[in-house]
């Protein structure tokens, strides 16, 4: 006789097990979920130390939340720049259609990141603090915000926003008698690219606004390593003041030796001599007096991020490319939990809508860096980030025998502005 007490006893087991094995399945569906995160940096070519900082920096932070966030693994992807445009823009797409990148991080030269910009917007995928400083992004952003917003959030301001610093600088040490130049005459110097460009148009304005006579402005290819032909003409031009910027490791240490072996009569400002860690072992006590901005040192997690990072990768970071980039990995790690917590998913078009949002209007901030007091966003300077003391910041440095020294903003000072010798 059929046992209808049976039957439905193991119908009963049946569906539970179901259940149970479907709740499992679901489980396992949702610990396998994966967030592709596209990181750009130069890992060739001259700014390859860059590369390595930013590598060494977002892995730190990301393996301190186990490349996890909620259900989600997080998988980066390093996309090599070359420094070039072409190949970081052919590198780009090719991780976007093959590899199915969900957002963009990070690049550091201001020429790929506007050549990122319309791939990204095209495809429809956000890209998180590009380093980028150049005024062409934002001219973009003018032109066409609605196409152009998924470059979400510059990792560094318009360069005339910082230089402003090193011109207070000058002129400070000027009126305080620590300086008396020869003459008010200036030259610009840098990478024949958007980012020199920018940030010789920038510091030339404002050295003009304070009554220096712009003599000069050179710009050279990104390979370039000689420069005595055009620091001679500098010499022969009786320049008091050199401020410029150069993009590769070796180019700005040849720079500043080279004018240190012809021993140039002109205080030297060259901003982003400290961006990577080896600069002084490049340079050696030629870089003495010279002028730079770079984040410090100044926290007591800043310093331990550096020991850390030395333990780890064998050599010494830079405030710059290594802290800054571990303070922007942290702020996407915040971004990226708050879009799951209000949304309940991750992928390319929730992560635009709520960084476009909460992002741009500064609802959503990071003020547990170690090297900014808080990288917050507006919208009456977005993409760019607020400027301030409180906010972005890059003080004004002097280095002496592989040492740097706040001289600028006063109330951060160490000391004050030294001049060399030989022009006193």
């Not at 001219?139 to 990792?155: A, M, T, V």
């Not at 003599?215 to 420069?227: L, Y």
Request: glycine share 10%; net charge negative.
């Amino acid at each position: 006789m059929f046992n209808k007490k049976l039957l439905l006893t193991g119908t009963i087991f049946i569906l539970i097990s179901l259940i149970f094995a479907g709740l499992l399945s679901c489980e396992v569906m949702a610990a396998d979920q994966k967030l592709t995160i596209g990181a750009v940096a130069p890992l060739t070519g001259p700014s390859a130390r860059v590369g390595e900082e930013f590598q060494g920096a977002v892995e730190m932070a990301l393996t301190e939340i186990d490349y996890q966030i909620g259900d989600y693994e997080i998988d980066v992807i390093w996309i090599d720049s070359e420094s070039e445009t072409a190949a970081a823009a052919s590198a780009y797409e090719m991780t976007i259609m093959r590899d199915g990148m969900d957002v963009g991080f990070l690049s550091w030269h201001s020429w790929v990141g506007v050549g990122l910009m319309d791939i990204g917007a095209t495809h429809q995928i956000p890209h998180l603090f590009g380093y980028g400083s150049t005024v062409v992004i934002n001219e973009n952003y003018e032109e066409d915000p609605d196409f152009y917003s998924y470059w979400l959030g510059k990792g560094w301001p318009m360069p005339g926003d910082l230089t402003a610093g090193y011109v207070e600088a000058i002129e400070g040490a000027i009126e305080d008698g620590i300086w008396e130049p020869k003459n008010r005459r200036a030259a610009i110097y840098g990478d024949d690219t958007d980012w020199g460009r920018d940030f010789g148009a920038g510091i030339a304005a404002q050295l003009e606004e304070a009554g220096w006579e712009i003599v000069a402005e050179e710009f050279f290819g990104t390979e370039e390593t000689d420069f005595y032909p055009l620091l001679d003409r500098f010499s022969r031009d009786e320049v008091s003041l050199l401020a410029g910027t150069v993009g590769s490791v070796d180019g700005f240490s040849a720079f500043i030796s080279q004018a240190d072996e012809i021993d140039l009569e002109s205080m030297i400002i060259a901003d982003g001599l400290g961006w990577t860690g080896e600069w002084y072992e490049m340079t050696g006590d030629a870089s003495n007096y010279v002028l730079d901005q770079i984040p410090q040192w100044a926290t007591e997690e800043a310093i331990a991020f550096r020991e850390e990072f030395i333990d780890n990768f064998g050599f010494t970071p830079s405030p710059t490319a290594a802290a800054l980039t571990y303070d922007y990995t942290n702020f996407l790690i915040k971004i990226l939990n708050a879009t799951l917590e209000e949304y309940g998913e991750l992928n390319s078009e929730v992560i635009y809508e709520f960084a476009y949002d909460k992002l741009r209007s500064g609802e959503i901030t990071y003020k547990d860096g170690i090297v900014m007091e808080e990288l917050r966003y507006a919208e009456d300077v977005w993409p760019d980030p607020v400027v301030g003391q409180d906010a972005y910041m890059f003080p004004v440095i002097q280095y002496f025998e592989g040492e740097d020294f706040v001289v600028w903003p006063d109330d951060w000072a160490e000391k004050e502005i030294e001049i060399p010798e030989r022009l006193r």
